[in-house]
């Protein structure tokens, strides 16, 4: 999770510098408000979908291991 958590920031400091650049009045509002910056505060929308998407994720790998070792091994793998 720390990893997305660090992807994310990279991402964010990109998406800063571009809308920074824009001459657009709606960007520039959007930065002036702070929005961009309230996303990822602790138990913020951020976090949430880090969550869901690490857990989502756990659970396809650990549906698509199983599956392998039940069609793979004799009795599941138990020795």
């Not at 720390?2 to 824009?22: D, G, N, V, Y």
Request: proline share 4%; charged share 35%; no cysteine.
């Amino acid at each position: 999770m720390q990893i997305i958590r660090e992807l994310f920031q990279e991402e964010k400091r990109f998406l800063l510098e571009t809308l920074t650049a824009s001459k657009r009045k709606g960007t520039r509002d959007l930065i002036k408000k702070g929005k961009l910056h309230e996303i990822d505060r602790p138990g913020g929308p951020l976090e949430k979908a880090i969550r869901y998407f690490y857990n989502k994720n756990l659970a396809d790998y650990n549906d698509r291991f199983n599956t392998w070792r039940m069609a793979n091994f004799p009795k599941g793998g138990i020795l």
